[in-house]
């Protein structure tokens, strides 16, 4: 096991949702299934829109009085303002509760305890990476003496991963399949409907999947920002989904076009190249 390492994350914001309904009304309104999550588990999931369009994508996991939902602070409040609208008679409380809250992530470390620590949310996102929720300078007492990592690191091991994020500039911009969703883990085809399940769903069982998220390295130029076009030749194929650089090292993921992928791609301005790397997870050639 690396030594663990804690990611400063003030990009990050959360939404509460509490109240005995809690548990049905997102079962409801998001694209994973959360009857299957345990006490400190997290699943990624996606709110879309009806028209099948990923609004935001959170991490969520259960807690004693409800939910938490932790995605980029830009969209909180936005997010729970729209997620209120579909509240009508369910005893159910959406609240962003990014103010005053500190969020970080935990690398490195094989076994999940800080959900044991009093006034800490901690979400289990894989064996070795956690998030961290706290208040004030809790945050702060919890991770005294271990190292902090460098900066971009975190979002670095996202786009490694090949976990996709969704901020303002992009929401509504991709439905779940073009971000890999299905294939990690963060869409049920089994569960009851949500917002955009049919077209979802005919997406999936139709085969009309022809854009998919990949991973690049990338050299020269200026590191493109979420929404940015790339492309091959003259050609448009592509758009940039999250990017990161760590020790000089930069990367990004993009929804590219099937018929592109594997290829070496460019920027408007020419001056910046993006070559294939792999992700840890197949992505099917056509879908």
């Known amino acids: 096991m690396q030594e663990y390492r804690f990611h400063a994350l003030p990009e990050l914001g959360a939404i509460r949702f509490s109240g005995p309904d809690a548990a049905t009304f997102l079962q409801g309104q998001l694209t994973a299934d959360l009857r299957r999550l345990e006490p400190g588990r997290s699943t990624l999931a996606a709110w879309c829109s009806p028209q099948g369009r990923a609004i935001a994508l959170m991490h969520v996991a259960p807690t004693p009085d409800g939910f938490v939902a932790v995605l980029p602070r830009e969209l909180c409040g936005p997010v729970a303002a729209r997620l209120s609208r579909f509240v009508m008679r369910s005893k159910v409380k959406v609240e962003d509760i990014s ?6 992530g ?11 620590c009093d006034g800490v949310t901690a979400l289990r996102l894989t064996v070795e990476r956690d998030l961290l929720l706290a208040r004030g300078e809790r945050l702060r007492e919890v991770l005294k003496g271990v190292p902090q990592a460098g900066d971009g690191a975190w979002d670095l091991s996202c786009v490694q991963l090949g976990e996709p994020e969704v901020y303002a500039a992009t929401s509504e911009s991709w439905v779940p399949q073009m971000l890999n969703l299905d294939l990690l883990g963060a869409v049920s085809f089994q569960k009851g409907c949500y917002p955009g399940q049919e077209i979802v769903a005919r997406t999936q069982h139709l085969g009309r999947i022809k854009r998919r998220l990949f991973r690049y390295r990338v050299t020269g130029g200026t590191l493109p920002q979420a929404g940015a076009a790339l492309l091959l030749g003259s050609d448009k194929v592509a758009e940039v989904v999250r990017s990161a650089s760590c020790d000089g090292r930069q990367e990004l993921l993009a929804v590219v076009n099937l018929d592109a992928a594997g290829a070496g791609l460019t920027d408007a301005s020419g001056a910046l190249t993006c070559s294939p790397e792999p992700v840890p997870y197949g992505v099917p050639e056509a879908g």
């Not at 103010?99 to 970080?104: H, I, P, Q, R, T």
């Not at 490195?108 to 959900?115: I, K, N, P, T, V």
Request: charge should be negative; glycine fraction near 18%.
């Open 106 to 116: 935990v690398s490195g470390r094989e076994s999940g305890s800080f959900e044991r």
């Open 99 to 104: 103010a005053g809250l500190d969020v970080a």
